[in-house]
């Protein structure tokens, strides 16, 4: 590396040799400071000829120091020689950098380029031997050294050079962004099927769709993220006291022309692009396969939401609809990651290439988003008949959808609150969001909702969807629906067993016998006249109303309503409608209408058995 180190210095003072010999007499016809071909041969004893540069240095200095003593004529011919020579010079840097990289014409054959082992044997490396007879790694012992030798402080100060020949720099990052392109996706296609790094094949779990999903992200995020640094190192420039500093743009680049050099997100966003495009067909064919019917899937690949009375539909239903979510979460979080690496190279004033990896990411997430959507109203639309096929309530099954899946919101990192506020409020989120779970389930079973353990199903699943940031306003909304369901629901039980109360403390026959007199009621008719309302049957109807007050057949309610405050309103609407009924029949059969002589039967009025009756 001390010839190379040499090369580059005696090159660099050419170059300002140059530059100001062209301020003094003007470029030559026949010359220019940039080098012009990118076509060059090598070998070990030619490559870094620095001895001979350095002496024309030394000439041309102290020639360029007795200028006013050479004619025009003479200084034009050295300035064509000095061209010659760095020309020259540019081509044989050029021709190195391949070799050291192991790029253009130093690229091993194409059928090395995806192994089909994981191990990689150790190689010995000369430049005169041809590049054909090594593997997919050409002269490195494995992917760390190669990745070595792209962020190698020779390589930065090589390009920083090179940047003085256009044709050669702008090739020579091609090149480089070709080779970083073929090795990222060899990489991942390695990690797929055989392991890499380590690793076991990410395929291997190909049975658990989410930590599939998962692996796969993590290792092109973690290559996005190796690739980023190592473009960034390529794009610095060393120090004198060996720190790092920007590169400055070359004043001999055109913006017009189109052979400008690649700048460090154009780069990684080549290096990126072969392996988005296998990582986007594979999570397209997994979101795919989730949003189809099937056997029962779960996170952990064991169908792990299964509960007893489930069927095997219903089961695979659910774990599906949760597993998309899942996946969902995990593209919303590695998009927001990548979204927050780029903004942070456009802070530092670099301009920005889209991002091959970001587009697919963001491609399968409205993808993913959209399959989410359609099976949540499928499962929404099939609560009936999943309801019928298990032990289970459709307000029980919408219950577990919405707990499940808001339990998978937290626990997700792509719904932390970092990840929300970058990806921002778009059609994705209002998708995902549990405003629209609710809303489809809640919505779906309340035409089912027959039951008040129904409705206590569905505040529990609200409820656990507010502690999982439903917002507030959602939450009160959906409350008060449900509320009023229920308090229908109240009042068709509480009808329903005052019903049978009445009839077991008699004044159910004494309401029957007035409703039937009321329908043929005539002028002057009395009550003790009409059947069932005679003296001895009224009697006898109130002795046994009024045995029944010491211990009121009002119902517990335990076993239709599970909410103990409910109960208790439950059976205080029961007793309050026997009150009523008995203030009515009281003041029917105390008035005139009522024809009887003796009263003495009605041994309590209406407030004694108001309080008698409260509970």
């Known amino acids: 590396m001390e010839d190379a180190t040499s090369f580059l210095n005696a090159l660099e003072r050419l170059v300002v040799i140059r530059m100001e010999l062209s301020k003094t007499f003007g470029n030559s016809s026949g010359g220019s400071i940039s080098g012009g071909g990118v076509e060059g041969t090598m070998d070990e004893s030619m490559m870094f000829d620095h001895d001979n540069i350095g002496q024309d240095n030394d000439t041309i200095g102290n020639r360029s120091s007795s200028s006013g003593q050479l004619g025009t004529n003479s200084a034009l011919r050295m ?99 070709s080779s970083r392109r073929t090795e990222v996706t060899r990489r991942f296609l390695l990690a797929l099927t055989s392991g890499y790094g380590g690793m076991a094949p990410l395929e291997m779990r190909a049975h658990d769709p989410v930590g599939y999903v998962g692996d796969m992200l993590a290792f092109a995020f973690r290559a996005f993220r190796v690739e980023g640094e190592l473009v960034k190192t390529l794009f610095l420039s060393e120090k004198e006291d060996g720190g790092l500093e920007e590169k400055e743009q070359d004043e001999e680049y055109d913006d017009t022309t189109d052979s400008r050099p690649m700048s460090a997100s154009e780069l990684l966003a080549q290096s990126m692009g072969g392996l988005s495009r296998p990582l986007k067909t594979r999570l397209l064919q997994v979101i795919s396969s989730l949003a189809s019917q099937g056997g029962a899937v779960s996170s952990d690949g064991s169908g792990g939401a299964i509960q007893s009375g489930d069927d095997e539909d219903t089961s695979s239903s659910l774990n599906r609809l949760v ?94 609150d970092d990840a929300l506020d970058t990806v921002g409020d778009d059609l994705v989120s209002k998708q995902l969001s549990l405003s629209f779970l609710v809303s489809t389930m809640v ?107 010491f211990s009121p057949p009002i119902p517990t309610f335990e076993d239709v309503i599970k909410d103990a405050q409910l109960r208790k309103i439950a059976r205080s609407r029961t007793a309050q409608i026997v009150i009523d009924l008995y203030q009515e029949v009281y003041g029917a059969l105390s008035s005139e209408r009522g024809g009887y002589s003796d009263l003495s039967f009605l041994e309590h009025d209406p407030n004694q058995v108001k309080a008698l009756l409260s509970l």
């Open 443 to 549: 919505d779906a079973a309340m035409t089912h909702l027959k039951t008040l353990d129904g409705t206590s199903a569905l505040k529990s699943a609200v409820n656990a969807a507010s502690k999982s940031g439903l917002d507030a306003k959602e939450t009160t909304k959906w409350m008060e629906l449900i509320d009023e369901k229920e308090q229908n629901l109240v009042e068709v039980l509480v009808g329903t067993e005052a019903e049978i109360v009445l009839e077991e403390c008699g004044l159910g026959a004494i309401r029957s016998a007035i409703k039937d007199m009321d329908r043929v009621y005539i002028e002057g008719m009395t009550m003790s006249s009409h059947p069932g309302l005679s003296r001895k049957e009224v009697e006898g109807a109130m002795k046994k109303f009024y045995s029944s007050l």
């Open 323 to 416: 597993a998309i979510y899942s996946v969902s979460g995990l593209l919303r979080f590695y998009c927001s990651a990548i979204e927050k690496a780029l903004e942070k190279a456009q802070a530092e004033n670099e301009a920005i290439t889209e991002s091959p990896l970001l587009t697919t990411c963001d491609e399968c997430l409205a993808e993913a988003a959209d399959c989410y959507v359609a099976s949540l109203r499928a499962y929404g639309a099939m609560l009936g008949s999943h309801s019928l096929s298990s032990s289970q309530t459709e307000a029980h099954l919408a219950q577990r959808a919405i707990m499940l899946i808001a339990d998978e919101r937290v626990a997700s990192p792509g719904f932390a």
């Open 79 to 177: 300035m064509e020689q000095l061209a010659t020579r760095q020309e020259r010079a540019y081509e044989r840097l050029y021709t190195f950098i391949q070799y050291f990289l192991g790029i253009g014409s130093a690229t091993p054959n194409s059928h090395h380029t995806v192994p089909t082992s994981s191990n990689d044997a150790g190689r010995s490396y000369s430049a005169s031997m041809d590049a054909s007879q090594f593997g997919a790694l050409g002269r490195f012992q494995d992917g760390d050294d190669m990745d070595e030798a792209f962020g190698h402080p020779i390589i930065r100060r090589a390009l920083r050079v090179l940047r003085h020949s256009p044709a050669h720099h702008v090739h020579a990052l091609e090149l480089m962004a």
